[in-house]
């Protein structure tokens, strides 16, 4: 059996400085030859192909499928099939993959996520999601997306009506990313989908953005699952967010029995998920450590909470966000006789519920805080995968 590294090499993509579509379609017909097909593709792919060796290729043709030599390769056998979009680095992915679901379509337009995602999973995803036609999405079972928050503009749906046009429900959404996926859940019609969020998406825009997210799910039939959970039960980082899951009323009709998963106690500390010997180069200088406590002094004193977060070894931290790379500020580790410290990237991949050992992480530290800050929990997400599975296997 061919290994997914040796083509890769053979195909350059292991030099590549940045990943484009031809580079994403071909990763995905590796990993979905019964899905995409190479002949009905013809957007310069087969010339990039032919540009290496048309013998690779049919190399691949007889040896298909590969042997996926990644830290997390795609199921042999699945029970389920899902897409991930507004991916980041597969941090819904590994959640599904553990659900038993394996993944046919997966989109992230950011350079570096991207590299982190191909050395993990072996396969490139597609770019602007708002530049993809629903209909060249494969079929799938889940969507999976933790769509960035927008607020939606009601200036746009006036204008639109003082045009004299209809107002369909994804008018109200349309320029958001959130059209992007209702477009797609509207054309594929998955049994389920499953969106993440920041927990504010409640009260964004004085809650109006969620209920319009509410109301064209529901215009789209259907029955959706609401709540905010926090990471806190699976690793020791307080992290909330919202969680909307639906499941498709034409063919459950309201009745499929989902219920969000339990909340486990949480059985480590902060002190677990560091490195016993960091480089020193994560100790704050002196003149960032007396910045940081200066600019909580004035904040305190004007009764803001602000300032950095000395996490208790025995604790749980704050939540890591994508502004990690700056100071590190939020989630400061104590050390004695010495300046705290910021988290390694290895230590942020732990406190998302990563598994360290295998993840790899093959970007600068900047990018590294950048994209598990913009992650999830994986433990969580694969308890509520695992409760979608439930339903949709039946
Ligand atoms: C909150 S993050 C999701 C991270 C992901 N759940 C993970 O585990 O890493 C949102 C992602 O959407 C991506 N994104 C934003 N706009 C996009 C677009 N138009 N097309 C594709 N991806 C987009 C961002 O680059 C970012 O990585």
């Known amino acids: 059996m061919a290994k997914y590294t040796v083509v890769r090499k053979k195909l350059g993509l292991d030099s590549a400085r940045y990943f484009n579509e031809e580079h994403a379609y071909f990763t995905h017909y590796l990993q979905s030859p019964d899905i995409f097909s190479l002949s009905n593709y013809d957007n310069g792919l087969l010339d990039f192909i ?28 699945s029970d389920y099939k899902f897409i991930d979009l507004f991916a980041g680095i597969g941090g819904m992915r590994i959640a599904h993959q553990n659900a038993g679901g394996k993944c046919v379509f997966s989109s992230e337009w950011d350079k570096f996520a991207k590299i982190t995602y191909e050395a993990n999973f072996g396969e490139v995803p ?40 209809n107002h369909g429900f994804l008018d109200e959404t349309q320029g958001t990313l959130f059209f992007d996926v209702a477009r797609i859940i509207g054309e594929k019609r998955p049994k389920a989908f499953m969106l993440e969020n920041v927990k ?123 502004r990690y790379y700056k100071d590190g500020a939020e989630v400061l580790v104590p050390q004695a006789g010495q300046n705290p410290r910021r988290l390694t990237p290895k230590e942020c991949a732990a406190l998302q519920g990563y598994d360290n050992t295998k993840f790899k992480i093959p970007v600068s530290d ?25 339903v949709i296997i039946k």
């Open 50 to 77: 032919e540009s290496k060796s048309l013998d690779v290729v049919k190399e691949f043709n007889y040896s298909l499928p590969l042997k996926f030599d990644v830290p997390f390769p795609p199921p042999v056998n």
């Open 126 to 165: 597609f770019g602007d999601i708002t530049k993809i036609n629903e209909k060249f999405i494969p079929e799938h079972d889940v969507l999976v997306g933790g769509f960035p928050c927008q607020p939606f503009s009601i200036a746009g749906v006036s204008k639109k009506n003082s045009l004299g046009r």
């Open 200 to 322: 504010n998406l409640k009260s964004h825009d004085k809650g109006r953005t969620l209920k319009v997210i509410k109301k064209t799910l529901e215009k789209l039939n259907y029955n959706l699952y609401i709540q905010i959970l926090d990471g806190q039960h699976f690793v020791p980082q307080h992290r909330e967010r919202i969680l909307i899951i639906g499941f498709d009323k034409d063919r459950f009709d309201g009745k499929e029995e989902f219920s969000f998963p339990e909340m486990p106690k949480l059985n480590m500390v902060f002190e677990d998920i560091l490195e016993a010997k960091p480089d020193s180069k994560y100790t704050l200088s002196d003149k960032l450590w007396i910045y940081l406590q200066n600019y909580a002094k004035k904040h305190k004193a004007k009764g803001n909470g602000f300032g950095f977060g000395l996490t208790k070894l025995n604790g749980v931290s704050r939540t890591i966000s994508a």
């Open 366 to 390: 900047n990018q590294a805080y950048k994209q598990f800050g913009n992650s999830v929990v994986v433990p969580l997400m694969e308890a509520v995968a695992k409760q979608i599975a439930k």
